[in-house]
């Protein structure tokens, strides 16, 4: 097969060098990329009530037609009734989940869960208030999604009523 191989005065094969032209047989495919904010559909689903807290699971979606990945926690915080102002404290990590790269397959979910505590029982510091909604920025991601969320508050971001577990595949039940 011509440009393969090349032959030595004394008819010995040359073998192409390395950083040759002819890929490896052994070749893997690349890993896949990081999601991008227009490949992500953003969703909150159902409540599930806990002892002092109401937990949701925040589902992202890769609604592209390749696999993409998601490395830890999301920002999370509330925003007031208008969409513009942010209220509170941002989530807080919760770092006794593990944190590593999910791989989200074509239409696949990865969940993010949200605990969020009942702000009726934090003294009046607080400043309890009903917010509009939660602003929620995947990992790694620069651009925040708004999702719908009428709840009771504490606008005093002493107070830290949001917990967020790193991102996991899937839709984990959602535990008591």
């Known amino acids: 097969m011509a440009g393969c191989s090349a032959s030595t005065s004394s008819g010995a094969l040359k073998v192409p060098k390395k950083g040759s ?14 999601c991008k904010s227009d490949v992500l559909s953003i969703l909150l689903g159902n409540a599930k009530a806990a002892a002092h807290a109401v937990r949701y699971p925040i589902n992202f979606q890769n609604i592209s037609a ?3 990945t998601l490395d830890g926690f999301p920002e999370v915080s509330f925003f007031g009734k208008s969409y513009s102002i942010r ?18 397959q074509p239409e696949g979910i990865a969940t993010a869960l949200l605990s969020l505590e009942n702000a009726t029982r934090y003294p009046g ?9 939660i602003l929620v920025r995947p990992p790694g991601l620069t651009r925040s999604v708004r999702l719908p969320l009428s709840v009771l508050a504490c606008a005093n971001p002493k107070y830290h009523v949001l917990t967020v577990n790193a991102v996991v595949l899937g839709q984990p039940a959602v535990a008591e």
């Open 66 to 68: 390749v696999a993409c």
């Open 21 to 34: 032209p002819f890929p490896s047989v052994h070749a893997s495919p690349p890993p896949p990329a990081s």
């Open 125 to 133: 510091g607080c400043r309890q208030t009903r917010v509009g909604g």
């Open 87 to 104: 209220v509170g404290a941002q989530a807080t990590q919760n770092h006794g989940t593990p944190q590593h790269v999910v791989t989200i």
